[in-house]
């Protein structure tokens, strides 16, 4: 009972204890593998297809994967070193109230992932209920999912995957998407689908990014997890690799179905060819569930670490009860916003939080030299306060990096294609970030940051 009670502990914004991280390398590799384990990723792949030919998508995807997945787990190092949740990290970065700002984009985007989340498991299994008993019930599934992340969300990640995960979840997940794959390269001819040339209508750098901004989304909520690992090591294999696993076999399983599916298109509800797609193939409606069960680790650590994130905004809050309000919210949004622009999405979040990336792995990795002053992190007039709480250098980095993003990128839903899509935004955003700031922060203050830039 005891060791149950220390596994749904929650910690808020505060440091973790070295003593009290309790996740290993396969703890951590499990909880990355399962979060890469999601209809949606399968969605993501088949945008890059007939756009792209399947060779250069598959190539695509690994390039696009190493990219998103190196940089995940470098940023899980940073949260190991220092047992602080991300958006705290962004504190000695941007300044304490400096860091409010990606906080509350950092919230918003995780209750779009986690009401896409739950709309997508909602939609599977009212396809499954209506298969099976000739009844939907699309508005009580949602509720069901909306109200079973929060509480997994309430209880904590360690109770997750210890409990969860590894006792269940990931044995029959495993099996399950190793038979859909059998099922998928034995029942159609692949060999074929690869001598198909691309139409042409997507270009291998935008499709890189859409590949590499998947692990990249889960970068400003890394740190919430990796806090929690035993050592750097862990943090950033467990976490590169464990994602990278999932990420490139659902992806390149969201293509291969793509081109396989018979099913119209339909913008208002894209993962419908998906989930018919998969139903068709034998005994698809079993894969289905059991992909269902493993869609609600997804629901889960959104809901938690939007909480988390909350907190470095209003400290003074509960992490149990902010994640019973985020629930609650995804729930009305769940009901009333429909799952559309999907893609402008993805990219949006990219330009947001790519250049942020490059500014933080430089200011750790380059000029502190992998180390900040934990308690100054929570200090108001120390370090990292700043002028008035925000550093208006790295603010500045930042903007700049996101309308370089946009600039190259565009959003093509919205009807901004960009002035150079073909050359893909994440590799120059990011270098943009790493590189102006690490100058700009050794010019202005001739040593490092905390020399000069972090006094009043």
Not at 161 to 176: D, G, H, I, S, Y
Not at 253 to 268: K, T
Not at 447 to 453: E, K, R, T, Y
Request: hydrophobic content about 55%; proline content about 4%; glycine content about 10%.
């Amino acid at each position: 009972m005891d060791g149950l009670m220390e596994q749904v502990r929650t910690y808020g914004i505060q440091p973790v204890p070295q003593a009290e991280r309790r996740l290993g390398f396969l703890d951590t590799f499990v909880l990355w593998w399962d979060l890469g384990v999601s209809f949606l990723v399968m969605v993501v792949g088949m945008f890059l297809v007939p756009g792209l030919s399947l060779g250069q998508a598959l190539l695509a995807i690994v390039v696009g994967a190493i990219l998103g997945n190196f940089l995940l787990g470098l940023v899980g190092t940073i949260g190991s070193d220092t047992g602080v949740p991300t958006m705290v990290l962004l504190r000695p970065v941007l300044g304490r109230r400096g860091s409010i700002a990606p906080s509350v984009l950092n919230v918003l985007q995780l209750l779009g992932w986690a009401t896409f989340e739950v709309i997508v498991m909602a939609q599977a299994a009212a396809l499954l209920s209506d298969r099976l008993f000739g009844v939907k019930g699309y508005l009580a599934w949602v509720a069901f999912f909306a109200i079973l992340g929060t509480v997994m969300a309430v209880v904590g990640p360690i109770m997750v995957v210890k409990q969860w995960m590894e006792r269940f979840a990931v044995w029959v997940v495993l099996m399950t998407i190793a038979w859909v794959t059998v099922a998928v390269l034995t029942t159609y001819d692949v060999g074929a689908w690869l001598a198909r040339p691309g139409t042409g209508e997507m270009s291998f750098w935008l499709a890189v990014d859409l590949v590499a901004v998947m692990p990249i989304s889960w970068v400003p909520v890394v740190a919430d997890y990796s806090r929690l690992a035993r050592s750097r090591r862990t943090a950033f294999w467990g976490t590169g690799l464990g994602y990278f696993v999932s990420h490139v076999w659902f992806y390149a399983l969201g293509a291969l179905l793509a081109l396989s599916a018979a099913v119209p298109s339909d913008p208002s509800a894209p993962i419908a060819p998906l989930l018919t797609t998969i139903a068709t193939l034998t005994a698809g409606w079993v894969a289905l569930l059991v992909l269902l069960v493993a869609e609600t680790d997804e629901g889960f650590a959104n809901i938690y670490s939007a909480a988390v994130s909350a907190q470095n905004i209003w400290s003074h809050m509960g992490q149990r009860t902010l994640s019973l309000i985020v629930g609650g919210i995804v729930f009305v949004l769940a009901v009333t916003v429909p799952l559309v622009q999907y893609e402008s999405f993805l990219l949006l979040i990219g330009s947001v939080f790519i250049p942020l990336l490059g500014i933080l792995t430089a200011d750790y990795f380059v000029l502190r030299g992998r180390h900040y002053a934990v308690e100054d992190l929570y200090r108001s007039g120390g370090r990292y306060w700043y002028q008035r709480g925000v550093n208006w250098l790295a603010m500045g980095v930042w903007v700049a990096g996101f309308a370089l993003y946009l600039l190259i990128a565009g959003l093509p839903q919205l009807g901004w294609s960009g002035v150079a899509p073909w050359l893909g935004a994440t590799i120059p955003t990011y270098l943009f970030g790493f590189v102006v700031y690490a100058f700009l922060g050794r010019a202005v203050s001739g040593v490092a940051p905390d020399v000069v830039l972090s006094c009043e």
